[in-house]
């Protein structure tokens, strides 16, 4: 049974309180928050301290830390000194260097650590993997990673940059590490971006990181809280996957999308002109009817619970840990190269 | 009169007699190509010739070269010196290098010397310039310029990198040109670039350019020959621009799209949990109702013939010539600056 305290119980704390009371393995002991309004959304029965230390002192097996990004590296201190395993809120640190102190603090400690990127267990990113490891598209040249909304704003203490707010923080460390993951083995080369504060006066409301891989694939993740467009319902969750035999369009959350190949290529005889049907290019325009066919995208069954499952069993010995601290490591080395990157307008490379 | 010899009698020659014939301000004397078969193309009482140095010994003022673009330097030494006036299709030249010897090539001859950048009157380019022009959106971040299709091969000669093959030079010029055009007297600073070889074996057919300009606004330009979608009557040429005022999508050559903006934005107060109305996340979701709003696109009445008309009257001393020899120089030397990053993989200086 794992026997949970919360440190942080904001938003994401009481969305974890939410989980730990569904699941059958887990159990939530205790709650803390410097804000005691904070208790008032606590299940009962669940004891609620202002101190971390008094929560680490109740009998618990693993925390979660969910308090504002400056502080997860004090307080992955704290809970390793008092022996309980740790799952950490992302963005994990505020840069690769604090990163690694907390992963040698967990190490000498000896306890377990982890981070919740249960984006990994998106259905979208399900799809898009499953996708890319079939091969079905052939050679991918380019695969666009992009979330756009209305609402300008960051909310809550994400708009304080000393706190570790702003979008790359907040939303650019799931859009990344999905992208490293389903790179699997290939190695990021370097990193170009451009990240902007365009409501929001003091963080980081719009970026465009343009990734650059030892399999040739340049990945694009371009996330904008105020990007618009007058569709019906919308708002923009969009993965482009595109190769030599196909292009891929997947979107939403829950999403909509397909595989779209045509079904000949234009022929291309070098010193005839040879026309395509109609538009008005001749390497432009609207393709031929039945010219472009479309296959289902593969089904994925997934939900963020699978997070703590896999942790569960990782904790029980029987499955490997899926968010493993050195892939964690590189995550926040890109996104320290890519603000190195905005700010230098220069490509960094990575090691 | 505008007396007209066209060099180079493919495709681009065809559609150039084509609207020689229709001004009343122009003539066409006299068309020109290595191969005898195009001359089955070229309208009566024109005179044709295997040779361009009989075209130009005919009554003629001024001559189009549309032969392949590794052929433009040739011809424009041969022109000038038999003292013609000269339009010259794009891309202008293979590299900055070769146009900078056109530029003197052609002053020392004391001919007029210009490039047939068309699309400069194009109506969703017009549009978007419009809508750039006034400020309507605020501060600018982002202007995505965009093209996708289903073909994937190149056609005729463009299938040959040695005769300037490729959509880099094909299209590439004219959405680089439409970008430094709109930006005025901003300077582009650095380039970043992805140019790939996607279905063409030997030509790129896929490239994603990433303009930085002095005012801070970030230029995107991609194309793909094999970028798909299922939409019904897909082929995308697309226009992005993003603003802190709102957004516009202008989606066409022949435009549909409008502005956007939002009524409120979120109103963010730290240390308090504020939510959306709705949606997956805090930060993404689909809008409540009424929260988007649009408005129309300008209109803009333009067509191609007015590169023609612009040109006649530059001639006749009545207005300045749109596409100046200068500029075209530095879009030529953008050319350059994007094979280099593509090679090198690093950002690449304009000066």
Redesign the interface.
């Known amino acids: 049974m794992l026997k949970f305290g919360i440190i942080g119980f904001?938003?994401m704390g009481q969305t974890h309180a939410d989980t730990i009371e569904k699941l059958d393995y887990t159990e939530l002991v205790a709650v803390c928050d410097t804000?005691a309004m904070q208790f008032k959304q606590a299940p009962e029965g669940v004891a609620t301290f202002l101190k971390a230390e008094d929560l680490l002192a109740t009998d618990i097996n693993t925390v979660i830390i969910s308090v504002p990004n400056h502080l997860h590296l004090e307080m992955v201190k704290k809970v390793a000194e008092a022996g309980k395993d740790i799952i950490c809120e992302k963005p994990a640190a505020m840069n690769a260097a604090e990163f690694d102190e907390m992963m040698k603090i967990t190490q000498a400690a000896n306890v377990r650590f982890t981070i919740h990127h249960q984006r990994r267990w998106d259905k979208d990113f399900r799809i898009v993997k499953e996708v890319y490891d079939s091969q079905t598209l052939g050679?991918i040249?380019?695969i666009k990673n992009s979330?756009?909304?209305?609402?300008?704003?960051?909310?809550?203490?994400?708009?304080?940059p000393e706190f570790g707010g702003g979008?790359l923080y907040?939303?650019g460390v799931h859009l990344l590490d999905q992208m490293l993951v389903m790179m699997g083995d290939s190695q990021l080369?370097?990193v170009?971006a451009?990240v902007?504060n365009?409501?929001?006066k003091n963080v980081d409301d719009?970026f465009?990181i343009?990734l650059?891989f030892d399999n040739?694939i340049?990945g694009?993740v371009e996330l904008?809280?105020?990007?618009?467009?007058?569709k019906k319902?919308?708002?923009e969750?969009h993965w482009?996957l595109?190769g030599?035999k196909?292009?891929a369009?997947i979107d939403g959350?829950n999403p909509s999308g397909?595989i779209?190949?045509?079904t000949e290529?234009?022929?291309?005889?070098?010193?005839?002109?040879?026309?395509?049907p109609a538009?008005?290019?001749?390497?432009?325009?609207?393709?031929p009817a039945g010219?472009?066919v479309?296959e289902a995208l593969p089904e994925v069954d997934v939900n963020h619970e699978m997070f703590f499952e896999n942790y569960h069993r990782f904790v029980k010995g029987e499955e490997e840990l899926a968010v493993k601290p050195n892939q964690i490591y590189q995550l926040m080395k890109l996104v320290d190269a890519i603000r190195e990157s905005a700010e230098t307008?220069?490509?960094v490379t990575l090691d």
């Open positions: 904001g938003f804000n050679n040249f380019t979330l756009y909304g209305f609402n300008g704003n960051m909310h809550d203490w994400h708009i304080y979008m907040d939303w080369k370097s170009y451009t902007r365009v409501i929001n719009y465009n343009q650059y040739g340049t694009q904008g809280t105020y990007m618009l467009s007058e319902d919308w708002f969750r482009f595109g030599d196909g292009s369009n959350f397909s779209t190949r045509t290529l234009l022929q291309s005889v070098g010193g005839k002109t040879t026309m395509t538009g008005p290019t001749r390497s432009f325009g609207p393709p010219r472009i479309s307008h220069q490509v």
